[in-house]
């Protein structure tokens, strides 16, 4: 991602958390701008302070077996990068 994008992971929604993490941030776009294994990035703007940045929402497709872990490790990096 361009250095001017922030990073933050989003899991499909699943529970009344989800509205709550939509009224925090909008789409920029409805098309993702990049799509991989365990997910797509979406262009999205924090509602609060404007600020531009990468949303990943990841594919859960066998929820029996819980988050794949690399998705685990790619969010555990990406929420180093804010620290």
């Not at 250095?3 to 941030?25: G, I, L, V």
């Not at 531009?52 to 029996?64: F, G, Q, S, V, Y």
């Not at 998705?71 to 804010?82: D, M, N, P």
């Amino acid at each position: 991602l361009p250095p001017r994008f922030s990073t933050m992971a989003q899991r499909a929604p699943q529970t009344d958390s989800f509205a709550e993490f939509e009224h925090k941030y909008e789409k920029l776009e409805a098309k993702p701008i990049g799509e991989g294994t365990y997910g797509q990035v979406f262009k999205a703007k924090c509602r609060a302070t404007g600020r531009h940045l990468a949303l990943k929402r990841i594919k859960l497709e066998d929820e029996e077996e819980g988050v794949p872990s690399t998705a685990i490790r790619e969010i555990v990096f990406l929420k180093s990068l804010h620290e």
